[in-house]
């Protein structure tokens, strides 16, 4: 079978002969899961089926006859599948494998039209996708029955969320404000609010699984794909469980501190191996920053203890809206401040990105000191802006949040932090 596998992908895939043996296997990959199984259809009819498709698809495109016999050969899975099903109903079989069968015959067919037609990777995709869930039945059905009303709420309000709105929003538009046009992107501000939930749900699972202490698991991971969103998630979990106050500045701590991580990863990682110098200048106040955020976060909550935390929900969408309303009222101010600090340059277009993703300006910064554009100390004054402004930002988000512990101990804290930085940077510059 490896054989077989190696040569198919050392032979060009717009070869007829190849797109039909691929269709074919893949065919088998489908039933191989029913075929252990042991229900009324495998591994031979499931490559039949996709070994059908491809030839009728393959008329269809290089003879006039082909469009009838596709369509019959359609027509006769669904037959197929429908006598499945009813053989289920009568007892014979369980009713529901029965038409889980009969639906994966269907899909097994669709797989060899579109590797006949020439969509490799589209018909590669659907047969492991289809696989997986079929090979993953147990662990599906648990999940499900496990879910409570609210769950199955948020879940949904989730998928309208990042699967409705999101495609349905422009990319780019522009705000006319007092005589100036602010270029705005509706989908990346919207993605935050669905980083926001997609967080929230992850918090969710990790909480109940490992309690308070999962909170931080969640704010440094999560920082590490956007620290802004974060707060968004530890804003709504506050709201719910305010004595939970403590574990969630540490995980907006710990999001300050995988935020400057990766922009130190940055920095250093992209300089390495080149005709410039490694940016080293970068290292201790970034380094400073990891080490305060680590060192508070550490401090500040209690770790002796991981009580259970009875969340309400995996994340608010009310929490979750605001959130991107008061992250559109910054993006909006970052722009203004880039237009206001225009003299400024490059530094105030680092302090404006900061407040959207201190990444984007970090890599900007590292591109244009590899280019010759910005000396190491040019670049990594920008970084530290960039990661000042995002650090920054987070606190003015949880000033948002009606608990004034929570909000005092993340101003107080990022304030900390800002020092240690500035500390670490002056001791290496005096």
Do not use: C
Not at 56 to 80: N, R, Y
Not at 140 to 161: D, Q, V
Not at 258 to 265: G, I, P
């Amino acid at each position: 079978m490896n054989e077989v596998v190696l040569q198919l992908a050392d032979a060009p895939l717009d070869e007829t002969v190849i797109r039909i043996a691929l269709a074919g296997a893949l065919g088998m990959f489908l039933g191989l899961e029913r075929e252990w199984s042991q229900k009324s259809a495998g591994i031979r009819t499931f490559s039949l089926v996709s070994l059908l498709a491809s030839v009728f698809t393959i008329l269809v495109l290089e003879t006039s006859i082909g469009e009838s016999l596709l369509f019959l050969g359609g027509l006769l899975v669904i037959v197929q599948g429908v006598l499945l099903a009813v053989q289920g109903l009568l007892g014979e079989e369980d009713a529901g494998l029965s038409l889980t069968t009969s639906v994966s015959m269907l899909v097994a067919y669709g797989v060899g039209s579109l590797v006949a037609a020439g969509f490799i990777i589209e018909g590669v995709t659907v047969a492991v996708l289809s696989s997986l869930l079929l090979v993953l039945k147990r662990e599906l059905h648990e999940f499900a029955w496990g879910l409570t009303r609210e769950e199955m709420r948020s879940t949904t309000e989730f998928a309208i969320l990042a699967f409705v709105i999101y495609p349905l929003l422009p990319a780019e538009t522009e705000l006319e404000l007092g005589g100036l046009t602010i270029p705005l992107e509706p989908q990346v501000i919207w993605l935050m609010v669905v980083a926001v939930a997609g967080i929230g749900i992850v918090n969710y699972a990790i909480v109940s699984t490992y309690g308070g202490r999962g909170i931080a698991v969640t704010g440094f991971f999560g920082g590490l794909a956007s620290s802004t969103a974060v707060v968004g998630t530890m804003l709504d979990h506050v709201r719910q469980r305010p004595d939970a106050a403590s574990y969630a500045v540490a995980a907006i701590l710990l999001a300050n501190a995988a935020m400057a991580t990766r922009n130190l990863a940055i920095a250093v990682g992209f300089t390495m191996g080149t005709e410039t110098d490694v940016l080293v200048e970068a290292i201790v106040p970034l380094g400073a920053v990891i080490l305060v955020a680590f060192v508070i976060a550490a401090l500040t909550a209690d770790w002796r203890e991981s009580s259970a935390m009875d969340l309400e929900s995996p994340f608010s969408l009310k929490n979750a809206l605001a959130f991107g309303a008061v992250f559109l009222v910054v993006l909006v101010f970052g722009s203004l401040a880039e237009t206001w600090f225009g003299t400024l340059g490059f530094y105030a277009t680092a302090v404006a990105s900061g407040f959207v993703s201190s990444a984007g300006a970090t890599t900007s910064a590292v591109v244009l000191y590899r280019g010759g554009q910005l000396g190491p100390s040019e670049a990594t004054i920008a970084i530290l802006l960039a990661t000042v402004s995002s650090i920054v930002v987070k606190a003015m988000l949880a000033a948002t949040s009606p608990n004034t512990n929570f909000r005092n101990q993340v101003a107080l804290y990022s304030g900390l932090l800002l020092v240690g930085g500035a500390a670490a940077t002056a001791v290496v510059v005096l």
